[in-house]
């Protein structure tokens, strides 16, 4: 399954050498795990008892973005196991062929944890069903 979401370039994402700052991309994957997964499991989530942690990102760095770039992330899931599954995230301009820009591309390990007990947990089913639905 992918979900393809877009991120608005703020005044404040960029830095003193005129492009988003490499630190900001993170809230841009963040932005659109966020999204991939309210698409994935739904609004109603209930994040307490099924939520989630990250425990890794990594990110590689193609071309700059710049203010007036548009962006767009293709979040999909990489990898599933037991109490963990990797995302990934293609960051790109929109556009196809010859005029696609590539900016960068990044993975996230996340792990499925259970906030009212304070631990990991497995991965429920249903997240797994609705990760191949789309």
Known sequence: MKHISSV????SDIDAMGHVN?????NYFEEARIEFFK???GEKWDWRSQGIVLARNEIDYMLPILLTDEVKIETR???IGGKSMT????????LEGEQMKRFAHGRSIIVAFDYAK???KEIPES???AFNRK
């Open 8 to 11: 608005e370039v703020r005044f």
């Open 22 to 26: 490499n630190a900001v991309f993170l």
């Open 39 to 41: 698409a994935t499991i």
């Open 77 to 79: 899931v990489e990898k």
């Open 87 to 94: 995302l990934s995230y293609s960051v790109y301009n929109g």
């Open 118 to 120: 304070g631990q990991p």
């Open 127 to 129: 997240w797994r069903a």
